[in-house]
T-cell receptor
Framework: GENVEQHPSTLSVQEGDSAVIKCTYSDSASNYFPWYKQELGKRPQLIIDIRSNVGEKKDQRIAVTLNKTAKHFSLHITETQPEDSAVYFCAANLGFQKLVFGTGTRLLVSP | EAQVTQNPRYLITVTGKKLTVTCSQNMNHEYMSWYRQDPGLGLRQIYYSMNVEVTDKGDVPEGYKVSRKEKRNFPLILESPSPNQTSLYFC??????????????FGDGTRLSIL
């Protein structure tokens, strides 16, 4: 089955810096890779997703890149702000609508 | 408002006392799923359902049951809860379109403590 590894487990940056979170997956058939943000005590919320037919997708300060050959994908957050502080989860699909999640990255943005 | 509603939000109970966590969505989504979230382990799928009367095991189904008698509801049943099922549980739903995965919408979570 699918296995998703996520690094780093914690990431501390200064406000305005960039943050990068990396994930690798094992199943070459995976073709959908969402990223979720979870604030303390809240539900996971989708922030961006990418499908295997594109290599990069951007939404304002957030971007995701996908390297199918190497089976890894990354989340890039530019110009970080304190409100970006949260736990971020990557995921990869196993077939239709079965998602396997990474173990999460706790991002702390200091003012 | 489009939402996934879970009840209860918090529950403390004892070993062996059957409990049900309800999940309801108002978006007419075909797909629904249950996850548990434990520190350091991320979100792990318990069961999922592709449509009414169609359910399948996820990665950690032991000790849980589900049913999908109506499209909007997907209850999670713990027949004989044990302390290792103490966790934060999330229900999620999404549309189902052939050939493409769709974003999942999560409920607010249910924190279960089993003593």
């Amino acid at each position: 089955g699918e296995n998703v590894e996520q690094h780093p487990s914690t990431l501390s940056v200064q406000e305005g810096d960039s943050a990068v979170i990396k994930c690798t997956y094992s199943d070459s058939a995976s073709n959908y890779f969402p990223w979720y943000k979870q604030e303390l005590g809240k539900r996971p919320q989708l922030i961006i997703d990418i499908r295997s037919n594109v290599g990069e997708k951007k939404d304002q300060r957030i971007a995701v890149t996908l390297n199918k050959t190497a089976k890894h994908f990354s989340l890039h957050i530019t110009e970080t702000q304190p409100e970006d502080s949260a736990v971020y989860f990557c995921a990869a699909n196993l077939g239709f609508q079965k998602l396997v999640f990474g173990t999460g990255t706790r991002l702390l943005v200091s003012p | 408002e489009a939402q996934v509603t879970q009840n209860p939000r918090y529950l403390i109970t004892v070993t062996g006392k059957k409990l049900t966590v309800t999940c309801s969505q108002n978006m007419n989504h075909e797909y629904m799923s249950w996850y548990r979230q434990d520190p350091g382990l991320g979100l792990r799928q318990i069961y999922y359902s592709m449509n009414v009367e169609v359910t399948d095991k996820g990665d950690v189904p032991e000790g849980y049951k589900v049913s999908r008698k109506e499209k909007r509801n997907f209850p999670l049943i713990l027949e004989s809860p044990s302390p290792n099922q103490t966790s934060l549980y999330f229900c999620a739903s999404s549309r189902r379109t052939d050939g493409f995965n769709q974003p999942q919408h999560f409920g607010d979570g249910t924190r279960l403590s089993i003593l």
